[in-house]
Antibody
Framework: EVQLVESGGGLVQPGGSLRLSCAAS????????MDWVRQAPGKGLEWVGR??????????EYAASVKGRFTISRDDSKNSLYLQMNSLKTEDTAVYYC???????????WGQGNLVTVSS | DIQLTQSPSFLSASVGDRVIITCRAS??????LAWYQQKPGKAPKLLIY???TLQSGVASRFSGSGSGTEFTLTISSLQPEDFATYYC?????????FGPGTKVDIK
């Protein structure tokens, strides 16, 4: 069964940094594009960014709201996806999901979500 | 950026009702649209991709249609487990965007 398991969330002060991880299993991780999506408390879904696969040079895309502060990376040897978040702001407080981009580029599998709280 | 709007934003319905949710894009996105269902405290679940293709394992009472700028998600006969929030997503261009959501509640 395909699984995405996230870790690394928690409480951080404004201006601080945090790294989220997403461990994948039961599929050929290296074949897929992977994305991060977030959801602020009581709000809708916001796409954060994407990393493509090796065949597409691991290139990345970001939402304007996080560009220059967040970095998405992956380690195919560990079947893992990462989100490095720097210069965090209170408005970055959200549940962060990793997701696999499957057929039709839609997100067919999601992690369980990981709460990041940015507060002093 | 491509903006998505959904209507209605809130819908009150009964078990057995036919429910239609509309998603409109600010510019043409061909068939590059997905629909998700999200229940409180859970990750979204993919229902429909490429505007009208039912994701494997999803109940056949869900269907999607449309292309260009107007899309619909139809639930043919609402079941108790369908009370949730539904989001559309465009995957045509970056940044990918989601609609604001439609909450389906029990009447």
């Amino acid at each position: 069964e395909v699984q995405l398991v996230e870790s690394g969330g928690g409480l951080v002060q404004p201006g601080g940094s945090l790294r989220l991880s997403c461990a994948a299993s039961a599929f050929i991780f290296s074949d897929y594009y992977m994305d991060w999506v977030r959801q602020a408390p009581g709000k809708g879904l916001e796409w954060v960014g994407r990393i493509r696969n090796k065949a597409n040079s691991y290139t990345t895309e970001y939402a304007a709201s996080v560009k220059g502060r967040f970095t998405i990376s992956r380690d195919d040897s560990k079947n893992s996806l990462y989100l490095q978040m720097n210069s965090l702001k209170t408005e970055d407080t959200a549940v962060y999901y990793c997701a696999r981009a499957g057929v039709g580029a839609a997100f067919d599998y999601w992690g369980q979500g990981n709460l990041v709280t940015v507060s002093s | 950026d491509i903006q998505l709007t959904q209507s209605p934003s809130f819908l009150s319905a009964s078990v057995g009702d036919r429910v239609i949710i509309t998603c409109r894009a600010s510019q043409g996105i061909s068939s590059s649209l997905a629909w998700y269902q999200q229940k409180p405290g859970k990750a979204p679940k993919l229902l429909i991709y490429s505007a009208s293709t039912l994701q494997s394992g999803v109940a056949s009472r869900f269907s999607g249609s449309g292309s260009g700028t107007e899309f619909t998600l139809t639930i043919s006969s609402l079941q108790p487990e369908d009370f949730a929030t539904y989001y559309c997503q465009q995957v045509k261009s970056y940044p990918q965007t989601f609609g604001p959501g439609t909450k389906v509640d029990i009447k």
